[in-house]
């Protein structure tokens, strides 16, 4: 792959990364904007955010607790 194409799949995995983010209401994370990370740095704040999301007291999901 050719350095432009690299950076451009790049850009791409981290744009998915923020509007999944935004989708979740996710627009900070450490008092710093989604907008200013790289795609390495987003990925354990989405990891994060999805797990949020699971409702914990649901009897399939007893295994979070």
């Known amino acids: ?9 790049q850009e791409l995995k981290r744009n998915f990364v923020i509007e999944r983010l935004e989708k979740l ?4 994370h450490d008092h710093k904007s989604i907008y200013a990370m790289d ?3 987003l990925l354990p ?3 994060l955010a ?5 409702d914990i007291e649901h009897p399939e999901h007893r295994w979070f607790r």
Do not use: I
Request: proline residues 0%; without cysteine.
């Open 39 to 41: 795609y390495q740095e």
């Open 1 to 9: 792959m050719k350095t432009n194409s690299k950076q451009l799949h």
């Open 45 to 47: 704040v989405l990891v």
């Open 50 to 54: 999805e797990m949020r999301q699971v």
């Open 25 to 28: 209401g996710v627009t900070t």
